[in-house]
């Protein structure tokens, strides 16, 4: 049993405590075991099997939990500056090398670091303190106060980064990461030096500044150099797949998250294996690839969200599979995932939802026909975006068009989805779903057909929603060709395109192309399947707008009875909803049912 003193930590086996700078670590007992027989081995490397029967002797326990207790143990050294101290052998175990810098990492200014004062009521240990129990703002203010006082060391600057990008405020977090970048480089630490460089990289990338997040994520490749077996370069992998969708090369993104998947699989470091695959099943499904993109997608969740993650990375995972699920349609996944995504977020610290959580939960809302509150959800949206995502503004201005437009109110529709477009964003295929309630079908069909060029990821991953808005809106123009080409194509690639809601699209398109083939009874037919997609998926709104369709067929086909009945359903809905297009298309099926005969009564 001994004292061991390392980086800025010391443990104590005698006392079984942890600490750092003067202040106790909250350490779980079997993490505390697993350092200390790594620091008292520190001459050599511990097998798996030496470990497994040193932690757990006795006992039958898989190598994951092993992993799991390494995982935690980093996190611990990552609060000190120290977690490249834990070194992974693959296929063999674990070891810890203490060989100490050229220059010391902890060196910030020109003063010892030494003298700086770290007393039990100092400012760092209360934004330590604070940063540990996910008390965001509070330790921000104590790190803004411990900074004025020359107590910070450089993993502090990172912490406070870290708590500034908690409080959805990450333009604030580019200084003292910036000087992160600077003290570990002085300090002779390039590799580590490289993580702080890779988020700059990532919070301009957000912020829609991507010639600066190319800019940051060179610096970052220069500082990695050779490393090719380290976390920092599974971490710039990750960031170059993002790069590179935004630059609309689907395939390298893909490349690199595959890559990051790797790089995170090989050393056994679950934040940068559940980010590649998150990437990797992203695009995937921009690339047509859906089954096993929603596959990777869900393992990297659990993978990530059961290790121990900050929570902005935590964020990207959750926000990831939404992006997903919203542009595919994929509305029952994407409800699942949002509410898990809020309690998460709670859980964190983060009580204040992120832009994109509301603007996430606020689409969903609005397809179940909660129209009101989407359209609150998504205007606090709007003021969180432009602090922390304000390359998404386009996407959120097209959701705030669906919920006018599926309310009824068109013109502001038109006005939200103009100004998505001017923010970058394609607003389809809702703008041309209002251009037909405007009776501008040939304007929506060519808008469309403009839609699906492009190689980007929305476009990418929208184009099942797209295709099928394409195929109803060519049959309306008469366009019956490419209305049966483009039906082909969604009904011959059902393990492509499985969701609901784009089955329900195409059922739509089907009944329109029958209608327009005076085929009234297929028609009607296509109309009750896609009813049932979207009672599937709990969209009671779109599936009121199909009765609303099936009334009307079941008028020209002399049906008062069946007419009536979807009428009265449509009628509850739209009431519910507060829809005011929904009401008139009730009001002028209900004036076309007063023409049409009564049925006679069935007399035994």
Request: negative net charge.
């Amino acid at each position: 049993m001994g004292v061991y003193c390392f980086g800025n930590f010391e443990l104590n086996e005698n006392s079984r405590g942890l600490r750092l700078a003067d202040r106790e670590i909250d350490v779980q007992p079997l993490v505390f075991d697993f350092l200390a027989i790594l620091l008292r081995h520190k001459d050599r490397a511990l097998s798996k099997e030496e470990l497994l029967e040193k932690l757990w002797p006795g006992v039958t326990v898989t190598e994951a939990s092993l992993q799991r207790v390494a995982s935690l143990a980093r996190s611990i050294l990552r609060q000190g500056g120290m977690e490249t101290a834990l070194r992974n052998l693959p296929r063999f175990g674990y070891r810890i090398c203490l060989d100490p810098p050229t220059v010391s990492d902890r060196s910030l200014s020109p003063a010892d670091p030494a003298d700086a004062p770290t007393s039990p009521g100092s400012q760092i240990l209360h934004a330590r303190k604070a940063a540990t129990a996910r008390k965001w703002q509070e330790a921000a203010t104590f790190f803004v106060a411990a900074d004025a006082a020359q107590q910070l060391l450089t993993a502090d600057l990172e912490e406070w980064a870290l708590a500034l990008e908690c409080m959805g405020r990450p333009a604030e977090a580019i200084p003292p990461l910036t000087r992160a970048v600077a003290a570990y480089n002085t300090a002779g630490q390039r590799l580590r030096a490289a993580s702080p460089a890779i988020t700059l990289s990532r919070i301009h990338l957000e912020r829609g500044e991507l010639a600066v997040a190319k800019g940051w994520h060179k610096r970052a490749a220069q500082l990695i150099d050779t490393a090719t077996d380290s976390r920092e370069h599974g971490l710039w992998c990750w960031m170059g797949a993002r790069i590179m969708g935004a630059e609309a090369e689907p395939e390298q993104a893909l490349a690199l998250a595959e890559q990051a998947f790797e790089v995170g699989k090989h050393l056994e470091d679950p934040v940068v294996e559940s980010l590649g695959l998150i990437y990797r099943g992203f695009f995937k499904l921009c690339l047509g690839e859906t089954k096993s993109g929603e596959e990777d997608q869900g393992f990297a969740a659990a993978l990530g969200l059961s290790s121990d993650i900050d929570p902005i990375v935590g964020g990207i995972l959750y926000c990831n599979i939404l992006w997903a699920c919203r542009t595919f349609g994929d509305w029952a996944r994407a409800n699942q995932w949002t509410l898990g995504y809020e309690s998460w977020c709670k859980g964190h610290g983060l009580e204040d939802l992120s832009g994109s959580c509301r603007l996430h939960r606020a689409e969903v809302l609005g397809v179940h026909g909660t129209l009101k509150e989407a359209e609150a959800l998504v205007r606090a949206a709007l003021d969180q975006l432009a602090l922390d995502a304000p390359w998404a503004t386009g996407d959120a201005l097209r959701v705030l068009g669906d919920i006018h437009l599926a309310a009824g109110d068109l013109a502001e529709a038109e006005v939200a989805y103009r100004a998505s477009h001017a923010a970058g964003w394609d607003p389809q295929p809702g703008l041309a779903l209002l251009q037909l309630e405007q009776g501008q079908a040939e304007a929506a069909f060519a808008a469309l057909e403009r839609s699906l060029v492009g190689n980007g990821w929305p476009a990418l991953q929208r184009k099942g929603l797209v295709l099928a808005t394409l195929a109803k809106v060519a049959a309306r123009t008469d366009r019956m060709g490419r209305a049966k080409e483009v039906i082909a194509e969604l009904e011959g690639q059902p393990q492509r395109w499985p969701m609901a809601s784009i089955r329900a699209l195409t059922a739509e398109a089907k009944a329109e192309l029958f209608t327009r083939e005076d085929r009234l009874a297929d028609a009607a037919s296509e109309l009750q399947v896609a009813c049932s997609r979207w009672g599937e998926i709990g969209s009671s709104i779109n599936a009121a707008d199909v009765r609303l369709s099936l009334a009307a067929l079941l008028v020209r086909l002399g049906d008062r009875t069946g007419a009536e009945l979807e009428l009265g359903s449509a009628l509850a809905v739209a009431e519910k909803v507060g829809s005011s297009r929904l009401l008139r298309r009730h009001q002028e099926l209900k004036e076309r049912l007063a023409d049409l005969p009564k049925e006679p009564l069935d007399h035994a």
